[in-house]
């Protein structure tokens, strides 16, 4: 559902920020997020800032939400330009490597740094948070499995749960090893990846989005 956006200046400079702070939170985490550093990036005062954020946990929850939606964007929403079925899950995942090659986040994926930053801590509202945004990425792969499933692209046989597991462990791979080698050969390994392990699931093999 289309959202106004709230387009007053003190909207204008909470987005500034937040989007900033999705920025540092890539490299340096949520929990490295602090007031004194986005003051100083921003160019606002500490108590401008205080006046935005109630807490440490607002300003994660609120850099969590603006983190997802620039996802979306640049993730999700080119992919379901495609056909439904393989062809679109074939496209979110060319659209997820294309979005970690083009750097949208300087540290690579958000979400997967901020996974591998609270998978090991005691649940709560940020954790949480970072867990229902996964799930819903985990459920688009999965959709696009199973839709693929319903159309006869994909083997009856092929479970989609595991097929987006599958299909996130290469992405997730690729993008640590991009960003820690600087060689988009890894890049082009995931996509290789991709297309085998889809090829490998399809009814018959010229079915794949990659050979249509």
């Not at 909470?14 to 986005?38: F, P």
């Not at 401008?48 to 929403?77: C, N, P």
């Not at 083997?155 to 640590?176: K, R, V």
């Amino acid at each position: 559902m289309a959202q106004k956006r709230n387009t007053t200046p003190g909207a204008k400079t909470r987005e500034t920020v937040l989007h900033a702070a999705a920025d540092v939170a890539s490299i340096d985490g949520l929990d490295g997020l602090t007031i004194g550093h986005l003051a100083s990036l921003t160019g606002m005062s500490k108590s401008g800032l205080f006046a935005h954020f109630g807490s440490k946990q607002d300003l994660q929850l609120a850099t969590i939400e603006v983190a997802r939606q620039r996802y979306v964007r640049e993730v999700v929403t080119p992919a379901l330009e495609s056909g439904p079925g393989m062809q679109r899950l074939t496209a979110l995942c060319e659209s997820f490597l294309s979005y970690v090659e083009r750097g949208v986040f300087p540290g690579g994926c958000f979400f997967a740094a901020a996974m591998a930053e609270f998978d090991g801590k005691t649940p709560g509202p940020v954790r949480d948070a970072v867990t229902e945004c996964q799930r819903q990425w985990m459920e688009t792969l999965a959709q696009s499995a199973h839709e693929a499933q319903q159309s006869g692209e994909l083997c009856i046989d092929t479970d989609p749960d595991q097929l987006a597991f599958e299909l996130e462990g290469t992405l997730l791979a690729a993008n640590s090893y991009f960003h820690l080698f600087a060689d988009t050969r890894y890049l082009d390994r995931a996509r290789l990846a991709v297309r085998t392990r889809l090829s490998s699931g399809a009814s018959t093999p010229e079915r794949t989005a990659t050979r249509a």
